[in-house]
């Protein structure tokens, strides 16, 4: 989003955390249990709490990097899911 929609970097590290974890509650709740549902909201609310209140003071030179690596290693797991899904 920094890139594309020209967003300032926290504003767009900011949303990617949120939207992941509100897929991670939607899928919580369709493909394992519901009362997993409610823990992982609480868990996404209290990190953008807490994410906000942070970010005024993080150096976007140290989340760039720490960030990309983040959303890196969080894909490589949804593929190897996928693949352990798919090859059983």
């Known amino acids: 989003m920094s890139l594309v929609m020209r967003l300032p970097l926290k504003v767009s590290t900011a949303t990617s955390n949120y939207m992941i ?3 991670a509650g939607a899928s919580a709740a369709i493909y394992f249990d519901p009362v997993l549902v409610g823990p992982v909201m609480l868990g996404t609310l209290g990190g ?3 994410g906000a209140w942070m970010l005024p003071h993080l150096s976007t030179r140290w ?9 890196g290693f969080l894909g490589i797991e949804i593929l190897w899911e996928a693949w352990r899904a798919w090859h059983g």
Do not use: E, H, Q
């Open 21 to 23: 974890g509100i897929t």
């Open 48 to 50: 953008a709490v807490l």
């Open 63 to 71: 989340l760039r990097p720490f960030f990309a690596r983040l959303v």
